[in-house]
């Protein structure tokens, strides 16, 4: 007679939902639900956080969990952090310090995520708090979020007084630091502790640097921007780091450029790339055309587009607004014979348009740790 393997293990072994409804619905049957929290984490841990998970049969587990281990509560805040509603999980934060469960290490730096994604100063400083009396401070990832969190509520103050107070210092929070100046419009800080941290001789990676010209990208700051384009190509962090310009660099400094108004320079930026611009790159630039109704260089940026993706309908109807918002109605009506001749549709309301949105932190946790 075969044996079954351990419940956990056939969890970790799923691979869509459907997979592990089987295994969960063999541990209803068999009676482990109740008494096995090991296998039920395994399986509220898919449903939560895997791109094919539930949320919705996730949370359900872990409601009717008489005792949820630690490792639940935590995959329950994480999976809600980043959601458009992360006071959801400062809500199941709240039940588990009311409930009297302590938070750990792995619990705080989510909490944190859900506080600076609410940008609620009295959220942070009563998590602050408790990362002090569970004495906590000195974690490098929990003051991280710590300092992420102030910035985020414009605290610049207080998130460097932490990042001054950590004895030893990665680049995850070197560029968390870097970026609150950024966010905050405190370009010349910025500026400064870039270049401090690369007197330190703190290694970048390819994250920081995109994080920290995404963040130059929001808020205008130019300078910043140049002074990292330029230390990517020109002072030797190629061959120091082995970091080489990529196309999200780029992307990032087009977007800052072309915010900034000058579209010249980030059309020669894209033009002097070793690569052939993406659409992701030319989409910066059509925006920042659009944003500047600057009809010459947007019909050569869609005209590069198209080589790439010719039934991109979004393409002309960016450049068709464009025409319209520059009152060139002949131009108008020539665009639309053209999308009707080749089959495209226009979609009411639809339009061709990047936003970096606030990725910029997301991507700075791939960062390896410099410890």
């Known amino acids: 007679m ?20 089987q295994v969960h619905a063999l541990m209803v049957v068999s009676g482990r639900i109740l008494s ?8 509220l841990s898919f449903a939560a956080l895997h791109p094919s998970g539930d949320f919705a049969h996730a949370f359900a587990l872990f409601s009717h969990t008489p005792r949820p281990n630690s490792f639940m509560w935590n995959t ?16 199941i934060y709240s039940q588990m310090h009311r409930l009297g469960v302590p938070p750990g290490k792995h619990t705080f730096p989510f909490v944190l995520k859900a506080s600076a994604n609410l940008r609620s100063l009295p959220t942070s400083t009563q998590i602050h708090s408790h990362v002090l009396k569970h004495g906590l401070h000195s974690d490098l990832y929990i003051v991280n979020g710590l300092m992420r969190s102030y910035t985020s509520c414009g ?12 004895p030893k210092r990665n680049v995850i929070v070197w560029t968390t630091m ?19 941290m690369m007197h330190a001789g703190v290694e970048p990676c390819d994250a920081t640097l995109a994080s920290v010209l995404s963040a130059c990208a929001r808020v205008g700051g130019l300078d910043l921007g140049r002074r990292i384009h330029s230390f990517i ?16 660099h780029y992307g990032c400094m087009v977007d800052l450029l072309g915010r900034s ?65 520059s ?3 002949g131009d108008v009506l020539r665009l639309r014979r053209v999308m009707k001749q080749g089959g495209l549709k226009k979609i009411p309301g639809s339009s061709y348009v990047i936003d970096n949105g606030d990725n910029h932190c997301d991507r700075m946790l791939r960062c390896q740790s410099s410890d």
């Not at 605290?155 to 950590?166: K, P, Q, T, Y």
């Not at 870097?178 to 401090?196: H, K, M, R, T």
């Open 233 to 248: 190509k020109e002072k030797g962090i190629e061959v120091k780091y082995g970091i080489e310009p990529k196309l999200e």
């Open 36 to 43: 096995d929290n090991y296998a039920a984490s395994r399986i």
């Open 178 to 196: 870097v970026c609150g100046y950024a966010q905050n419009s405190c370009s010349s800080e910025a500026i400064s502790l870039f270049d401090e």
């Open 327 to 329: 009152r060139r109605w």
């Open 261 to 325: 108004g000058r579209l010249a320079e980030a059309e020669e930026l894209v033009k002097g790339m070793k690569w052939r611009a993406d659409v992701v790159v030319l989409g910066a630039l059509l925006t920042a055309c659009k944003n500047h109704r600057n009809v010459e260089i947007a019909e050569r940026v869609v005209k590069e587009i198209l080589k790439l993706e010719p039934r991109n309908h979004g393409v002309y109807v960016v450049l068709s607004n464009i025409y319209a918002e």
């Open 76 to 91: 329950i805040i994480r999976a809600l952090a980043d959601t458009p509603t992360p006071s959801s999980a400062l809500g």
């Open 155 to 166: 605290l610049i103050a207080a998130a460097r007084n932490l990042f001054d107070e950590l």
């Open 2 to 21: 075969a044996t079954i393997p351990p419940l956990s293990l056939l969890a970790d072994c799923c691979s869509s939902m459907r997979e592990l409804k």
